[in-house]
């Protein structure tokens, strides 16, 4: 099994918090995961997003090409 999903928007808390829940259910499950949030320059309300991946393996690189989902 393998998904990637990228989850973006504006704020940051919700991204941050969907990718994190994400991530930990995935865990709980036995999944190797990573979780990468990336902030835009602006102090408040600028853009936000963040890659999660989670896979049966080991996983090599947690950079997205072509996501599975996007939120």
């Not at 990336?38 to 393996?57: F, H, I, K, Q, W």
């Amino acid at each position: 099994m393998y998904a990637d999903v990228i989850i973006a928007g504006f704020g940051g808390q919700g991204v941050v918090l969907a990718g994190t829940l994400l991530a930990y259910a995935a865990m709980e499950h036995g999944l190797h995961v990573t979780f990468m949030p990336v902030y835009g320059p602006e102090m408040r309300g600028g853009t936000a997003n963040c890659t999660v991946v989670l896979s049966d393996d080991d996983i090599g690189s947690p950079i997205i090409q072509r996501p599975v989902g996007v939120i």
